[in-house]
């Protein structure tokens, strides 16, 4: 004759807590792979060109700082001021696009071709050049109105706040610079309002009129002086 086993209350609790615990380690572990699957990558600017174009803007923008730590004036302590909050702005949009706060990436100017050395002597009592020659050889700062200059230049924005303007390392303030772009065959001409460190930086009025959209760059970019 068979006897059947009961189980006693204290060995049913016992039973039943270990499948508890089991089942909700089960559940961290699943919630926890979860999480980390979730969690966002951080992208640099090889990977994303938003990422490029903010890094572009931020190292453009320290460029600057720099040039006016290098040989400042009686204004530079205010511009470094404001560029240092445009930074900080910069930045807080590298957080929001997921891109690595803080990388800068200055913009590279290609190098301009000098002017071949004049093989006769001039003429008693003329100069072989003005003094805007000698001083910026092969430069686009004395390029006539309508001309295109800065071949091979990329555009980016400053992230300055105001009416439609450009700053520029190569045209003096007062300037009037039509910048086009050729990926969407919209433009914008601007006045040059001040110095930086790239041949023509837009603030973000001006980038707006003619960005494509999520784009912090321009790569393909006709710029033109105009006045």
Same mark, same amino acid.
């Given at each position: 004759?068979?006897?059947?086993?009961?189980?006693?209350?204290?060995?049913?609790?016992?039973?039943?807590?270990?499948?508890?615990?089991?089942?909700?380690?089960?559940?961290?572990?699943?919630?926890?792979?979860?999480?980390?699957?979730?969690?966002?990558?951080?992208?640099?600017?090889?990977?994303?060109?938003?990422?490029?174009?903010?890094?572009?803007?931020?190292?453009?923008?320290?460029?600057?700082?720099?040039?006016?730590?290098?040989?400042?004036?009686?204004? =530079?302590?205010?511009?470094?001021?404001?560029?240092?909050?445009?930074?900080?702005?910069?930045?807080?949009?590298?957080?929001?696009?997921?891109?690595?706060?803080?990388?800068?990436?200055?913009?590279?100017?290609?190098?301009?071709?000098?002017?071949?050395?004049?093989?006769?002597?001039?003429?008693?009592?003329?100069?072989?050049?003005?003094?805007?020659?000698?001083?910026?050889?092969? $430069?686009?700062?004395?390029?006539?109105?309508?001309?295109?200059?800065?071949? $091979?230049?990329?555009?980016?924005?400053?992230?300055?706040?105001?009416?439609?303007?450009?700053? =520029?390392?190569?045209?003096?303030?007062?300037?009037?610079?039509?910048?086009?772009?050729?990926?969407?065959?919209?433009?914008?001409?601007?006045?040059?309002? $001040?110095?930086?460190?790239?041949?023509?930086?837009?603030?973000?009025?001006?980038?707006?009129?003619?960005?494509?959209?999520?784009?912090?760059?321009?790569?393909?970019?006709?710029?033109?002086?105009?006045?």
């Amino acid at each position: 004759m068979s006897r059947r086993r009961t189980l006693g209350p204290k060995k049913k609790i016992a039973l039943l807590v270990s499948a508890v615990t089991v089942a909700g380690g089960g559940a961290f572990v699943m919630a926890s792979t979860s999480n980390a699957s979730q969690t966002p990558t951080t992208k640099s600017a090889a990977d994303s060109t938003v990422c490029q174009g903010l890094a572009t803007a931020l190292g453009n923008n320290q460029k600057f700082i720099e040039g006016q730590r290098a040989d400042p004036d009686a204004q =530079s302590e205010a511009r470094i001021a404001n560029r240092e909050a445009v930074i900080a702005q910069i930045e807080l949009q590298q957080k929001a696009s997921g891109c690595t706060v803080g990388e800068s990436a200055q913009d590279s100017q290609p190098a301009q071709p000098q002017q071949p050395e004049q093989s006769e002597q001039p003429a008693p009592g003329e100069q072989a050049g003005g003094d805007d020659a000698a001083q910026n050889p092969g $430069g686009d700062g004395a390029a006539a109105s309508g001309e295109q200059v800065c071949n $091979g230049s990329t555009v980016t924005l400053s992230g300055e706040d105001g009416a439609p303007a450009a700053s =520029s390392n190569q045209f003096p303030a007062g300037t009037k610079l039509k910048v086009t772009n050729l990926d969407n065959n919209k433009s914008t001409t601007v006045e040059v309002t $001040g110095v930086s460190g790239s041949c023509a930086l837009l603030n973000n009025a001006a980038f707006e009129q003619v960005r494509e959209p999520g784009k912090f760059l321009i790569r393909r970019a006709l710029i033109e002086k105009v006045g």
